[in-house]
């Protein structure tokens, strides 16, 4: 006995399945439509809630930085009222104060010589 499992109707008829008809096929795509609406709405929503999320975390952390922003502020304008502008020295407390320039350049490294071969 011989079967043939490649033809569409013998799949369709040991799967129970009946070929769709125009009512089918409307029912298919409105059933499909309102998946695809359903699933943009939850992503919208969801995106809307990670998007909330993380403006509370930055108010947060603006909230709580805030007495680190008045400090600097207030360092700035001490600064600049001892008429201390772009030339200022800067020094961290250890040795000479800086002159305020930055020097930027390359260095070459030249290797030593590999050791002779016995």
């Known amino acids: 006995m011989e079967r043939n499992r490649h033809t569409p109707r013998a799949r369709g008829a040991s799967a129970g399945l009946q070929p769709a008809g125009p009512l089918g096929k409307i029912f298919a795509a409105l059933i499909g439509s309102i998946l695809l609406v359903l699933g943009l709405m939850f992503s919208v929503v969801i995106i809307a809630v990670a998007i909330a999320f993380g403006l509370i975390i930055w108010g947060w952390i603006w909230w709580k930085t805030r007495a680190l922003r008045q400090q600097m502020r207030a360092q700035m304008e001490a600064g600049m009222a001892a008429g201390a502008g772009a030339s200022a020295t800067y020094s961290d407390g250890e040795g000479a104060p800086s002159s305020g320039r930055v020097i930027e350049g390359e260095v070459i490294r030249a ?6 071969e016995r």
């Open 111 to 116: 290797d030593d010589p590999p050791p002779p």
